[in-house]
């Protein structure tokens, strides 16, 4: 889901469009969300060779200041006070909201795509929610109630604050996030070219280049078996 570097990187969930046939046209072009396989990434030249899941091959030069991104596997028992996540949510008929996957921002992201907003047209009661960590009450590993604080846009009459943050003042909000046994608690890892080896899953988001040549200033890939989520 999905956001800026983690809206880009997370909150902006799901596949960006296909690769173009022709990257150059009269559009300001767009960063697009490359998906594949690792074939060879030479540090010299900072050339990145990968296949995408359509069987594509395709080149991505990374940028000096890349920044390598790699999901890891937590616990719900793993989060803290002050700890800034995002959180997928469905409210349910009680006003409830209950998890549908959990992300830990590393502290390079804090604040990204900060508030409580629907995370769906088509579904109104799907948030996201991106917020601070006031408390967590675990009643085992991965089940729970994540307490939230959060920095919003707009507040409504009855109080609640909704909304991404903005330059503004805003508003302030909570919210409690229920946690059942199976939802996904996941970390979001920051790593180095290290991890970039042969056959390892990637998800880049990268521009396109004139001469068919991709840039890329940040990519996600797989470590220890975790494929991206992206």
Not at 68 to 80: C, E, N, P, Q, S
Not at 130 to 154: E, Q
């Given at each position: 889901?999905?956001?800026?570097?983690?809206?880009?990187?997370?909150?902006?969930?799901?596949?960006?469009?296909?690769?173009?046939?022709?990257?150059a046209?009269?559009?300001?072009?767009?960063?697009?969300?490359?998906?594949?396989?690792?074939?060879?990434?030479?540090?010299?030249?900072?050339?990145?060779?990968?296949?995408?899941?359509?069987?594509?091959?395709?080149?991505?030069?990374?940028?000096?200041?890349?920044?390598?991104?790699?999901?890891?596997?937590?616990?719900?028992?793993?989060?803290?006070?002050?700890?800034?996540?995002?959180?997928?949510?469905?409210?349910?008929?009680?006003g409830?909201?209950?998890?549908?996957?959990?992300?830990?921002?590393?502290?390079?992201m804090?604040?990204?795509?900060?508030?409580?907003?629907?995370?769906?047209?088509?579904?109104?009661?799907?948030?996201?929610?991106?917020?601070?960590?006031?408390?967590?009450?675990a009643?085992?590993?991965?089940?729970?109630?994540?307490?939230?604080?959060?920095?919003?846009?707009?507040?409504?009459?009855?109080?609640?604050?909704?909304?991404?943050?903005?330059?503004?003042?805003?508003?302030?909000?909570?919210?409690?996030?229920?946690?059942?046994?199976?939802?996904?608690?996941?970390?979001?890892?920051?790593?180095?070219?290290?991890?970039?080896?042969?056959?390892?899953?990637?998800?880049?988001?990268?521009?396109?280049?004139i001469?068919?040549?991709?840039?890329?200033?940040?990519?996600?890939?797989?470590?220890d078996?975790?494929?991206?989520?992206?």
């Amino acid at each position: 889901m999905r956001f800026a570097w983690f809206v880009a990187f997370l909150t902006a969930a799901g596949t960006l469009p296909a690769l173009a046939d022709n990257p150059a046209s009269s559009v300001a072009p767009t960063a697009q969300r490359i998906r594949g396989k690792i074939d060879a990434y030479d540090p010299a030249t900072r050339m990145l060779n990968l296949t995408t899941i359509d069987k594509k091959p395709i080149l991505v030069e990374l940028e000096p200041d890349v920044r390598v991104i790699y999901d890891a596997r937590l616990k719900l028992t793993d989060l803290k006070t002050g700890d800034f996540i995002g959180s997928t949510t469905l409210k349910a008929a009680d006003g409830k909201l209950r998890a549908q996957e959990v992300h830990l921002f590393p502290d390079v992201m804090r604040g990204a795509g900060e508030g409580q907003y629907p995370a769906s047209e088509a579904k109104p009661n799907r948030l996201m929610t991106n917020a601070t960590v006031s408390a967590v009450t675990a009643a085992a590993a991965n089940k729970g109630t994540i307490t939230l604080n959060y920095r919003g846009a707009t507040a409504a009459a009855d109080g609640t604050c909704s909304g991404r943050a903005n330059s503004g003042a805003g508003c302030t909000g909570n919210a409690e996030i229920l946690v059942a046994p199976g939802i996904p608690v996941i970390g979001i890892m920051v790593g180095d070219e290290s991890l970039l080896v042969p056959g390892a899953a990637v998800s880049v988001s990268a521009m396109p280049g004139i001469d068919g040549t991709w840039q890329s200033s940040r990519l996600t890939v797989e470590k220890d078996g975790v494929k991206p989520i992206l």
